[in-house]
């Protein structure tokens, strides 16, 4: 199962350019059982490894806009060090069930996003303007989102390169998996000085991601990705109405718990 699910997530990493936080952390939460927290480490560190395997193809196709992945880290870089920051203040109060909510906010927000942007994208057929200083500004949220939840810098990244910048596909997935490796490099440092990591599911998911990784980048030239992402959107709006729903169960079931304590004490 845990080959299975690496293989998968990095097969759409290849193709897509989305896919390493946003899908590794429900995944191992909701099917795995998983700690939350846990599953964020783990989530960049498996990010960093299978994007350590498709960053030098982009390289060697051109397909990394090196200026733009620079406007990309003056934001993304400082970002994923706060949110990760923020990660470790939640997990030391002790607000496992709030943390799961955020994610599924995160979640949901992003899913819902994305989903109404690619049904824009197949609206309008434009020349983008270069506007790709701005992505310093854009970044840093993406990144503060990379570092609490492990999700967004492939799916908000590749978002921003198709606003504000005129590459083209080729250059915006390639760009943003070099702009995903990085950050998730660094953060996954960050959690990895901080907390404990389930190494044994870490390797587990890797030898998976190596051969989901080779497959996808055989094929990238032969699927078409947008089918792709949008059955991925839809998959991960699901996943996190059901973080939401087992936080709001959780959150229901405290105030029971506790009278019934009470109730035992004072019988």
């Not at 560190?45 to 620079?70: D, E, M, Y």
């Not at 504000?164 to 953060?187: E, K, R």
């Not at 990238?220 to 059955?231: E, G, H, N």
Request: hydrophobic share 50%; glycine share 12%.
């Amino acid at each position: 199962m845990q080959y299975f699910i690496g293989l998968f997530i990095a097969f759409f990493i290849a193709l897509t350019g989305v896919g390493a936080g946003t899908i590794t952390v429900p995944v191992l939460v909701l099917f795995l059982g998983v700690p939350a927290a846990e599953a964020v480490g783990i989530g960049l560190l498996f990010a960093s490894a299978v994007k350590a395997i498709l960053v030098p193809a982009q390289v060697v196709r051109g397909n990394v806009a090196w200026r733009t992945l620079g406007y990309m880290l003056l934001g993304g870089v400082p970002g994923v060090l706060i949110g990760s920051l923020l990660l470790r203040g939640l997990v030391t109060a002790g607000e496992q069930n709030l943390l799961n909510a955020i994610l599924g906010i995160i979640l949901v927000t992003t899913a819902t996003w994305q989903l109404l942007f690619c049904f824009r994208r197949i609206q309008e057929d434009r020349r983008r303007p270069d506007r790709s200083r701005l992505l310093g500004l854009l970044m840093f949220p993406v990144g503060a989102e990379v570092g609490f939840s492990s999700a967004g810098a492939g799916a908000l990244g590749s978002a921003a390169l198709l606003s504000l910048t005129p590459l083209p596909p080729a250059q915006v997935v390639g760009t943003d998996i070099a702009f995903g490796f990085a950050i998730s490099l660094i953060g996954s440092g960050a959690h990895w000085m901080t907390g404990g990591t389930d190494t044994t599911l870490l390797l587990h998911l890797i030898a998976g991601g190596v051969v989901g990784a080779v497959t996808g980048v055989l094929l990238s030239t032969r699927i078409p990705k947008r089918p792709l992402r949008l059955a991925l959107w839809v998959w991960l709006l699901i996943l996190g109405g059901q973080f939401l729903v087992h936080s709001y169960r959780a959150r229901s079931a405290r105030p029971d718990q506790t009278a019934s304590r009470f109730s035992q004490t004072h019988s």
